[in-house]
């Protein structure tokens, strides 16, 4: 099928196809884009398909956009072969062309789901390349782009052998080639070629070697390939002494390769190519000749036309070096036009040089102009500057996809108990922080698995070790979504119940421990029963991690004193001590009736076996000052709110989220007397008035550009003691120190490769809707940066990337995308004007973010989008400065959670 594919052969492909669709399980008739497919074979299959529609649709003319090609291209107007021009290719119809585009990337997204829900990093890379030869094909080239560096961070040195994974790193290399990075895909050719080597060495029986030299001689046949093309180049460019030494080792490659294959198989024409390619690199005309001319004659039935184009351009330029040009022209020409007529751009473009080249020779200006215009418009994209820009952006993109993945696995081995996979006790405690940092009031149960040690002595610690990974599914499975079951230690776990009080905590945990006492134990080899014990407390104002935990753990150890195999839970009643505070309690503590004017209830806990219990208070404790502070802990007091001086409320109030209007406070010289109270053994204490301190009104920015990771990491901190309520956002920050900040705050990290930005601390609950736009790819870090920064601050954020110029028409089509937002955020460099255009499509407040991401020196750093935007006459926008993508997201949050909020 790949082969097919590759040499155009598209009727063959989509037979090849059917084959395999009639051997798969049926897919979903209706529908690509539903729910991701799960089967590896099926997204094969789907990529494969992909590819043979953007063949036809690349055949016919089209783009994957269902757009026609540029004007002037090879598509166009067809092979520049001016012995014989073939007439122009038929074009199918523009909707038809439109239908087989959406249905094409319908299947590469099917696909890519698909490949991204397996586990195995090899098939990932594998389908990721494949999908970047697509793009390649549609000429996507930065999507190609992101699919290939996404490939290259799968594909880690310690991966074992296999062919798949040579199969893939060669792919991968020919990917790279036709971005222009030829040194890297000579990186990933010669790791591919070193595979095989530790394959051949390693290869058992006969049948065994045979395959493995086989592929041997794949990898080292393109190896030579890439290192020839490598020597073509510096040839060109004036550089003999630099190519010989690529041309010598392509020779004693391709001299491997020939070793290793038998005549007639596949792969031993392609070896003699590279071999006759090598031959006219170091000047051995004659010999690269006769050994040309054989494979010309052997291709010419075979169909395998990128074979054919290979072998006349190498005998073109042996007879051309050999001062033969008339018999020259006519292979060259051949070349050009099969490499033309199947999408072959390198081959395209030596052709295309090769035949300039020889008609200057023959001072025939009429004939080698049209090869030289052809030539240096194919060009115009393999600048310098351009390919040292791409192989930056390529180290740079794979570097922080590593990082975010080795982050991300540092954190799932940091929060995951190995035994259960639930999480641990550093992830519960992080959670916990979390939620009562926010204000909620969750309930906790503490779950003991009764006599666990008798368990362990009478079954062997393996049985106890699947004792304890059945209890935890048990609790699992009983739980709601929004639960959070974590392994506390040993025969503890934690469950973490948002938004619930204790006595629905009472009544979920109850059923759990029925469900566990019911349980058929004895398929695990276990005779003693298990049960449980479970203490329940539910979080109260005052309270935070420690004392919560405190409170359930103590109604634990009453529950097992009790009798064990019991719920337990503390009331309402205990957890507020006031007289006065009207605390919600159980019918039946309040049919208590006139009794409970003379006591006071103290902490006993209540069950479903045990009754909430009231005493009289002790006689030592009856003229105690009352104790009005709630929760667990005594000693959490807050201070007496202190009415501060009060203000005139401003109009930017009212956007800034300014403090209310108060009433005056009384003058200190006219203080109103209370009634005196009885006499008291203690004076009263002083009163001592303190200025309210200035709240935050958001998180605190710390910039990493110019900081080293050490001070980064000691301004976070800082900002973490002053503000603990809010996040400590960095932005810019090199791969290092986001790496180091997800090792010292782990779970209060929310990172973001792209915008190379982290929050530390937590993070508000969305509320309102931020849409940021962004012009083209050279802006994406700023408008990384500014999604980032809003969904820290507190919005739910929606992005789309690539939207400036003719590109416009996914708004267009799709107005919610302008509509279901609070606020936009339109971010553009040489697209300057595309706030302006988006303006006078909705009513929604924009926010302009020029960038200094332009061509030459035309951009002037920034200035010349800035002033765009500044000078535009669009009402609703306003403009930040230059690259200045944190501003942008704070403000535009700050508008979306003050219109969701009204």
Same mark, same amino acid.
């Given at each position: 099928?790949?082969?097919?594919?590759?040499?155009?052969?598209?009727?063959?492909?989509?037979?090849?196809?059917?084959?395999?669709?009639?051997?798969?399980?049926?897919?979903?008739?209706?529908?690509?884009?539903?729910?991701?497919?799960?089967?590896?074979?099926?997204?094969?299959?789907?990529?494969?398909?992909?590819?043979?529609?953007?063949?036809?649709?690349?055949?016919?003319?089209?783009?994957?956009?269902?757009?026609?090609?540029?004007?002037?291209?090879?598509?166009?107007?067809?092979?520049?072969?001016?012995?014989?021009?073939?007439?122009?290719?038929?074009?199918?119809?523009?909707?038809?062309?439109?239908?087989?585009?959406?249905?094409?990337?319908?299947?590469?997204?099917?696909?890519?789901?698909?490949?991204?829900?397996?586990?195995?990093?090899?098939?990932?890379?594998?389908?990721?390349?494949?999908?970047?030869?697509?793009? /390649?094909?549609?000429?996507?080239? @930065? *999507? $190609?782009?992101?699919?290939?560096? %996404? +490939?290259?961070? #799968?594909?880690?040195? &310690? =991966?074992?052998?296999?062919?798949?994974?040579?199969?893939?790193?060669?792919?991968?290399?020919?990917?790279?080639?036709?971005?222009?990075?030829?040194?890297?895909?000579?990186?990933?050719?010669?790791?591919?070629?070193?595979?095989?080597?530790?394959?051949?060495?390693?290869?058992?029986?006969?049948?065994?070697?045979?395959?493995?030299?086989?592929?041997?001689?794949?990898?080292?046949?393109?190896?030579?390939?890439?290192?020839?093309?490598?020597?073509?180049?510096? /040839?060109?460019?004036?550089?003999? @002494? *630099? $190519?010989?030494?690529?041309?010598? %080792? +392509?020779?004693? #490659?391709?001299?491997? &390769? =020939?070793?290793?294959?038998?005549?007639?198989?596949?792969?031993?024409?392609?070896?003699?190519?590279?071999?006759?390619?090598?031959?006219?690199?170091?000047?051995?005309?004659?010999?690269?000749?006769?050994?040309?001319?054989?494979?010309?004659?052997?291709?010419?039935?075979?169909?395998?036309?990128?074979?054919?184009?290979?072998?006349?351009?190498?005998?073109?330029?042996?007879?051309?070096?050999?001062?033969?040009?008339?018999?020259?022209?006519?292979?060259?020409?051949?070349?050009?036009?099969?490499?033309?007529?199947?999408?072959?751009?390198?081959?395209?473009?030596?052709? #295309?040089?090769?035949?300039?080249?020889?008609?200057?020779?023959?001072?025939?200006?009429?004939?080698?102009?049209?090869?030289?215009?052809?030539?240096?418009?194919?060009?115009?994209?393999?600048?310098?500057?351009?390919?040292?820009?791409?192989?930056?952006?390529?180290?740079?993109?794979?570097?922080?996809?590593?990082?975010?993945?080795?982050?991300?696995?540092?954190?799932?081995?940091?929060?995951?108990?190995?035994?259960?996979?639930?999480?641990?006790?550093?992830?519960?405690?992080?959670?916990?922080?979390?939620?009562?940092?926010?204000?909620?009031?969750?309930?906790?149960?503490?779950?003991?698995?009764?006599?666990?040690?008798?368990?362990?002595?009478?079954?062997?610690?393996?049985?106890?070790?699947?004792?304890?990974?059945?209890?935890?599914?048990?609790?699992?499975?009983?739980?709601?979504?929004?639960?959070?079951?974590?392994?506390?230690?040993?025969?503890?776990?934690?469950?973490?119940?948002?938004?619930?009080?204790?006595?629905?905590?009472?009544?979920?945990?109850?059923?759990?421990?029925?469900?566990?006492?019911?349980?058929?134990?004895?398929?695990?080899?276990?005779?003693?029963?298990?049960?449980?014990?479970?203490?329940?407390?539910?979080?109260?104002?005052?309270?935070?991690?420690?004392?919560?935990?405190?409170?359930?753990?103590?109604?634990?150890?009453?529950?097992?004193?009790?009798?064990?195999?019991?719920?337990?839970?503390?009331?309402?009643?205990?957890?507020?001590?006031?007289?006065?505070?009207?605390?919600?309690?159980?019918?039946?503590?309040?049919?208590?009736?006139?009794?409970?004017?003379?006591?006071?209830?103290?902490?006993?806990?209540?069950?479903?076996?045990?009754?909430?219990?009231?005493?009289?208070?002790?006689?030592?404790?009856?003229?105690?000052?009352?104790?009005?502070?709630?929760?667990?802990?005594?000693?959490?007091?807050?201070?007496?709110?202190?009415?501060?001086?009060?203000?005139?409320?401003?109009?930017?109030?009212?956007?800034?989220?300014?403090?209310?209007?108060?009433?005056?406070?009384?003058?200190?010289?006219?203080?109103?007397?209370?009634?005196?109270?009885?006499?008291?053994?203690?004076?009263?204490?002083?009163?001592?008035?303190?200025?309210?301190?200035?709240?935050?009104?958001?998180?605190?920015?710390?910039?990493?550009?110019?900081?080293?990771?050490?001070?980064?990491?000691?301004?976070?901190?800082?900002?973490?003691?002053?503000?603990?309520?809010?996040?400590?956002?960095?932005?810019?920050?090199?791969?290092?120190?986001?790496?180091?900040?997800?090792?010292?705050?782990?779970?209060?990290?929310?990172?973001?490769?792209?915008?190379?930005?982290?929050?530390?601390?937590?993070?508000?609950?969305?509320?309102?809707?931020?849409?940021?736009?962004?012009?083209?790819?050279?802006?994406?870090?700023?408008?990384?940066?500014?999604?980032?920064?809003?969904?820290?601050?507190?919005?739910?954020?929606?992005?789309?990337?690539?939207?400036?110029?003719?590109?416009?028409?996914?708004?267009?089509?799709?107005?919610?995308?302008?509509?279901?937002?609070?606020?936009?955020?339109?971010?553009?460099?040489?697209?300057?004007?595309?706030?302006?255009?988006?303006?006078?499509?909705?009513?929604?407040?924009?926010?302009?973010?020029?960038?200094?991401?332009?061509?030459?020196?035309?951009?002037?750093?920034?200035?010349?989008?800035?002033?765009?935007?500044?000078?535009?006459?669009?009402?609703?926008?306003?403009?930040?400065?230059?690259?200045?993508?944190?501003?942008?997201?704070?403000?535009?949050?700050?508008?979306?959670?003050?219109?969701?909020?009204?």
């Amino acid at each position: 099928m790949s082969s097919a594919l590759t040499n155009w052969q598209l009727d063959t492909a989509e037979t090849l196809l059917r084959e395999i669709d009639g051997e798969l399980p049926a897919a979903p008739v209706d529908d690509h884009s539903g729910a991701p497919l799960t089967s590896l074979a099926r997204a094969w299959a789907d990529t494969l398909r992909a590819e043979l529609l953007v063949r036809r649709l690349r055949r016919a003319g089209y783009s994957l956009l269902g757009d026609p090609l540029v004007e002037g291209g090879p598509e166009q107007e067809g092979p520049l072969d001016q012995h014989d021009p073939d007439e122009a290719v038929d074009r199918d119809s523009r909707s038809e062309s439109a239908t087989q585009a959406a249905l094409a990337i319908s299947l590469v997204r099917s696909a890519r789901a698909a490949f991204d829900a397996q586990d195995d990093d090899l098939q990932r890379a594998a389908g990721l390349v494949r999908h970047a030869r697509i793009e /390649l094909l549609s000429r996507r080239v @930065d *999507a $190609a782009m992101d699919e290939a560096v %996404e +490939a290259a961070s #799968l594909l880690d040195p &310690a =991966l074992p052998p296999s062919p798949l994974l040579v199969h893939t790193l060669s792919s991968l290399a020919a990917v790279l080639a036709d971005l222009e990075l030829m040194p890297l895909a000579l990186d990933y050719q010669r790791r591919a070629a070193d595979l095989t080597a530790e394959a051949i060495s390693a290869a058992g029986t006969d049948s065994e070697a045979g395959s493995v030299d086989a592929l041997a001689a794949e990898a080292a046949t393109r190896l030579a390939a890439l290192c020839a093309e490598v020597g073509e180049g510096l /040839l060109d460019d004036g550089g003999a @002494d *630099a $190519a010989a030494p690529h041309f010598a %080792e +392509a020779r004693v #490659l391709a001299v491997r &390769a =020939l070793g290793q294959l038998h005549p007639g198989v596949p792969g031993l024409l392609d070896a003699q190519v590279v071999h006759g390619w090598a031959l006219v690199g170091l000047g051995e005309h004659a010999a690269a000749r006769s050994l040309l001319t054989s494979v010309v004659s052997a291709a010419s039935g075979a169909e395998e036309r990128a074979l054919l184009a290979s072998a006349e351009l190498g005998l073109g330029r042996a007879l051309r070096r050999s001062g033969d040009p008339r018999a020259a022209d006519d292979h060259l020409a051949t070349a050009l036009a099969t490499a033309t007529e199947h999408g072959l751009p390198r081959l395209r473009r030596a052709a #295309l040089r090769e035949l300039c080249t020889l008609h200057a020779e023959l001072d025939d200006a009429a004939r080698a102009l049209p090869y030289l215009q052809a030539y240096l418009a194919d060009e115009l994209d393999r600048v310098d500057e351009r390919r040292t820009r791409w192989v930056e952006l390529f180290g740079r993109r794979k570097s922080l996809l590593e990082t975010e993945r080795a982050a991300g696995q540092l954190r799932r081995q940091a929060y995951e108990d190995p035994l259960t996979h639930l999480p641990n006790r550093r992830y519960a405690e992080a959670r916990l922080d979390g939620l009562l940092s926010a204000g909620a009031l969750p309930a906790l149960a503490v779950v003991d698995i009764d006599r666990f040690k008798a368990i362990n002595d009478a079954a062997g610690h393996p049985t106890g070790d699947a004792v304890l990974r059945a209890v935890g599914q048990l609790l699992v499975d009983g739980c709601r979504d929004t639960d959070e079951v974590c392994r506390w230690a040993g025969d503890e776990f934690v469950i973490l119940l948002p938004d619930t009080t204790s006595e629905q905590a009472e009544r979920a945990m109850e059923r759990i421990r029925r469900s566990i006492a019911t349980h058929d134990w004895s398929a695990l080899g276990v005779e003693v029963p298990v049960r449980i014990s479970v203490g329940i407390a539910q979080a109260a104002r005052g309270d935070d991690r420690r004392t919560l935990f405190a409170a359930a753990d103590g109604v634990l150890y009453d529950a097992k004193r009790a009798g064990r195999d019991r719920v337990v839970r503390l009331s309402g009643v205990t957890q507020t001590r006031a007289a006065d505070a009207a605390p919600a309690v159980d019918d039946h503590v309040a049919e208590t009736g006139p009794a409970a004017e003379e006591t006071t209830p103290v902490a006993v806990p209540t069950s479903s076996t045990l009754r909430e219990v009231t005493a009289p208070l002790p006689a030592d404790r009856e003229e105690q000052p009352e104790d009005t502070t709630g929760g667990f802990a005594p000693l959490l007091v807050e201070p007496a709110d202190v009415e501060p001086p009060a203000r005139l409320r401003s109009p930017l109030d009212e956007l800034f989220g300014g403090p209310s209007t108060r009433p005056a406070a009384q003058p200190a010289a006219d203080p109103v007397v209370s009634p005196a109270p009885a006499p008291a053994a203690v004076p009263p204490p002083a009163v001592t008035t303190v200025a309210a301190p200035v709240p935050a009104t958001g998180p605190d920015v710390i910039w990493g550009t110019g900081r080293s990771t050490e001070q980064v990491l000691a301004l976070v901190r800082e900002a973490r003691r002053e503000h603990p309520a809010h996040p400590a956002v960095v932005v810019r920050a090199s791969a290092d120190t986001l790496v180091a900040l997800a090792t010292e705050h782990d779970a209060y990290t929310t990172m973001d490769a792209a915008a190379m930005s982290a929050a530390v601390g937590p993070v508000p609950e969305p509320v309102g809707r931020v849409g940021v736009l962004c012009a083209s790819s050279g802006d994406t870090p700023i408008a990384a940066e500014a999604a980032f920064v809003a969904r820290v601050t507190g919005t739910e954020v929606v992005r789309v990337d690539d939207v400036g110029g003719s590109r416009i028409h996914p708004l267009l089509t799709d107005r919610s995308l302008l509509t279901d937002v609070d606020c936009l955020i339109v971010v553009a460099g040489l697209d300057a004007a595309l706030a302006s255009v988006v303006s006078g499509l909705t009513e929604v407040p924009v926010v302009a973010v020029p960038t200094s991401a332009g061509q030459g020196a035309s951009s002037f750093g920034g200035f010349s989008a800035l002033l765009t935007m500044l000078n535009s006459a669009a009402p609703g926008v306003v403009v930040s400065n230059i690259d200045n993508g944190w501003s942008a997201g704070v403000f535009a949050a700050r508008i979306a959670r003050r219109t969701a909020e009204r």
